[in-house]
């Protein structure tokens, strides 16, 4: 009989994590031990059948200058731009695993990051990067938050086939080069109802953080609100608020608030 496991397999300790039903693999590698350079070994984990299942990959790693480093890949295997509520799951990671207290400044894709985090280590504050300029793309807005955003909005989210409106959106001629994520938002009154379609996962997801933050910022413009705003956001993992300052053409002091669960952890072979 062939034996078809290598004799040298890697086994990999890892943390499963959810913010607001957006899923995560973490894995701590400031030992260097996880060779990251195999996009199919990502791929391969995020796989919600052959896998562990997640919305991506996150290494945390030592940098000499904060307190840890970020690495994001998405669920493609491809590495990610930044990632919000992934950024929130990787600070709760780095208190479990006694990096970090209440507070922290950790280095990501889109540069420095300052969070706060809860004694129980469940809710997470966390500060996303200042925002300047705001396009429209007829009566969408487009925006980068650590990743690049289109904003739009609808009635009847509830009932909207976002997959395909947004797959649609994220693959036209404009966007399909560098792709983008699609939010559809609804006003609620109290609230903003949020769908996100994301590129890497391209699909749907439970929540997606800088997209929750895009619509925040968008619907602020679009209504004329100045002064330090909280917008309180519902989307299908939960409900997240984003708080920030906007003077009328600069968003700044911009926090994405939340929770953030360890799920489970285990060892797999890669």
């Known amino acids: 009989m062939l034996n078809h496991t290598p004799s040298n ?4 300790h890892f943390y499963k994590y959810q913010g ?6 973490l894995v701590d590698n400031r030992s ?104 429209n793309d007829g009566s969408a807005y487009v925006l980068n938050t650590g990743s690049p955003h289109y904003v739009n909005q609808v009635a009847d989210l509830e009932d909207m086939d976002v997959f395909t409106l947004g797959k649609e959106i994220r693959n036209n001629a404009t966007y399909k080069a560098e792709g ?13 109802f949020v769908r996100t379609f994301e590129r890497g996962v ?14 925040a910022l968008a619907m602020a413009k679009a209504h004329d609100q100045t002064g330090s705003l909280k ?17 009328g053409q600069d968003f700044s002091n911009i926090f994405l608030c939340g929770p953030a669960e360890l799920v489970f952890e285990g060892d797999v072979k890669l």
């Open 180 to 192: 983008i994520n699609v939010n559809f938002v609804e006003d609620k009154g109290d609230h903003l």
């Open 202 to 215: 391209e699909d749907e997801t439970y929540a997606c953080g800088t997209g929750v933050t895009a619509v």
């Open 32 to 135: 260097l031990d996880f060779q990251y350079k195999d996009n199919n070994i990502v791929l391969q984990l995020c796989d919600r059948r052959f896998g562990i299942g997640s919305d991506g990959l996150m290494l945390l790693q030592d940098h000499p200058d904060y307190d840890f480093e970020m690495l994001y890949f998405n669920a493609d295997g491809n590495i990610g731009s930044m990632c919000g509520n992934g950024g929130r799951c990787i600070v709760a990671f780095a208190k479990h695993l006694g990096i970090i207290d209440t507070e922290t400044n950790f280095l990501a894709v889109d540069g420095p990051h300052y969070a706060k985090i809860s004694a129980e280590g469940n809710w997470v504050e966390l500060q996303m990067i200042d925002v300047k300029d705001i396009a």
């Open 9 to 12: 397999q890697q086994h990999t």
């Open 231 to 247: 917008t309180d956001i519902t989307v299908l993992g939960g409900k997240l608020r984003i708080e920030f300052d906007y003077n």
């Open 20 to 25: 607001a039903g957006n899923d995560f693999v």
